[in-house]
């Protein structure tokens, strides 16, 4: 349940895990993690300004968040992963969160730009991406560095998609949640008002 901003699958995904960040209703949101380094990601030690050596090697994309049913995470999450259990058992895993959090308002405060939330679903026994929103600059960066791949700039059935993602399906996502009376819109704007603030207030009085 992890993809590029180009709704492509990832490579070596076995190095990668989900996180989740906040369960709100019948949904999760959740980010990818990773023992190894990746497009545009950086260690979780270097996003907190750590002092010490704690996290310096669990890497995520700051930007990049993901959404799905609680069902559907359930099916997927691996609880007993190593990365998980060395995050979540760190004293600095509800700052981790916190910050999450609060980038993950702000842009959707700021009408998507700046990140991407993409939805996965189950459907025909595959896990399928959507997106809700993704910033059009990060995502072409990301679209001309899958370019460069010679795994994928010389196999015409994998671009070929990259192109169709990004031309197509991104442009009809970001105008519908930039609409704000679309259900999409209604739906992320309901769970940042409702929710999100509450849970940024309740970890901030937890974590002082």
Do not use: W
Request: aromatic content about 14%; proline content about 2%; some cysteine.
């Amino acid at each position: 349940m992890i993809c590029t901003r180009l709704l492509s699958p990832i490579k070596n995904h076995q190095q990668k895990t989900i996180l989740p960040i906040i369960e709100v209703d019948d949904f999760v949101i959740y980010k990818m993690i990773s023992s190894d380094l990746f497009y545009n990601a950086k260690a979780i030690n270097q996003y907190l300004n750590l002092k010490n050596d704690d996290l310096k090697e669990i890497f995520f994309d700051e930007n990049v968040y993901f959404i799905c049913s609680n069902k559907l995470f359930d099916n997927e999450f691996e609880k007993d992963h190593q990365l998980i259990k060395e995050l979540k058992n760190s004293i600095y895993f509800h700052e981790f969160v916190l910050k999450q959090l609060k980038n993950f308002k702000e842009i959707v405060t700021n009408d998507g730009n700046g990140g991407s939330l993409i939805l996965f679903d189950y459907m025909r026994g595959y896990h399928k991406p959507f997106y809700v929103f993704s910033d059009i600059e990060q995502t072409k960066k990301e679209l001309d560095y899958l370019l460069e791949l010679p795994e994928i700039k010389e196999d015409i059935n994998y671009y070929l998609p990259l192109y169709d993602n990004y031309i197509t399906k991104l442009k009809k996502a970001n105008e519908a949640f930039n609409n704000k009376t679309s259900q999409i819109f209604l739906f992320v704007d309901q769970l940042l008002k409702n929710k999100i603030d509450a849970i940024i207030e309740d970890i901030e009085n937890n974590v002082k």
